[in-house]
């Protein structure tokens, strides 16, 4: 149990609690690596658990597990700061912001430099309000805002904000990815999930969209950043692509840290 870290660190603390410090899988949703936990590590079987800190299907990591009385300080842990590794990849959007989306916009990307990209993340530094994405577990009236875009009902709504913080953000790398190794990255990824997130309808975009044996290379940028709590990194690929006007996605995304809790420490 050494590679499990415990928060023996910073607040929040208090007697009684335990939290694990869970690597999810990519592909993974954070009830199925719950449920591993409990196939791997008998001894939490028959503990009650939650995460804190939902993290997508195309997103790896840190996730916190809260083991049975630390559920009841659960507002303190979804509270924590992050920092995320966020690849984007210009030329596509979709109506999940990420590649587990029907693609909705195809662009030309071909002006997109390290230069362009660094003036547009000066855009997401700073406190700002930020939309949920369409698909998102965040209810109004009632509803997760998942299921009003399921049943085409968005429009009947208005989409909450919501007022977070992006503490710092950098450019790593700028690189380009060719059709043919994107293609097989997202068949290998969608094609991974399980449940019902539509992979045979988001597959068939992809597949109208890219071509097996196509030639050509899409730009693609790391980003480093550290956030408040709520801030969806799919958003700010997004928002990127809004900025510089070419439509952007979230390709893959690591989150390295929830408040204390590093990647490096985490149970895989």
């Known amino acids: ?21 869970l690597y999810k899988n990519l592909c993974e949703t954070p009830r199925e690596r719950l449920e591993r936990l409990r196939r791997e590590k008998p001894e939490y079987a028959h503990e009650v658990l939650s995460y804190a800190g939902r993290l997508d299907p195309m997103a790896e990591g840190v996730l916190l597990a809260l083991v049975g009385s630390a559920n009841t300080n659960r507002a303190a842990y979804l509270d924590m700061s992050k920092e995320y590794v966020l690849d984007v990849l210009f030329g596509f959007s979709t109506d999940t912001y990420d590649i587990l989306g029907r693609v909705m916009e195809t662009g030309d990307a071909t002006r997109i430099t390290k230069g362009v990209i660094e003036k547009s993340l000066n855009e997401f530094r700073g406190t700002r309000s930020q939309e949920y994405p369409p698909y998102s577990s965040k209810t109004v009236d009632g509803k997760s805002l998942f299921d009003w875009a399921r049943s085409s009902m968005l429009s009947s709504i208005t989409i909450p904000s919501k007022t977070v913080t992006v503490y710092d953000i950098e450019l790593t790398s700028v690189y380009k990815l060719s059709e043919k190794t994107l293609l097989n990255y997202i068949e290998k990824s969608v094609g991974g999930v399980q449940g019902d997130f539509r992979q045979d309808e988001i597959l068939q975009t992809w597949a109208r969209t890219l071509r097996k ?7 693609c940028a790391t980003i480093k950043f550290s956030c408040s709590s709520g801030v969806y990194a799919r958003s700010i690929a997004h928002g990127m692509g809004q900025d510089l006007g070419v439509p952007a996605l979230a390709l893959h995304i690591l989150r390295t840290k929830v408040g204390e809790y590093t990647v490096e420490k985490s149970l895989k």
């Open 1 to 21: 149990m050494d590679d499990i870290e415990h928060d023996t660190l910073t607040t929040p603390k208090r007697a009684g609690d335990r939290v694990l410090n």
């Open 213 to 219: 044996d196509g030639g050509r290379d899409f730009p």
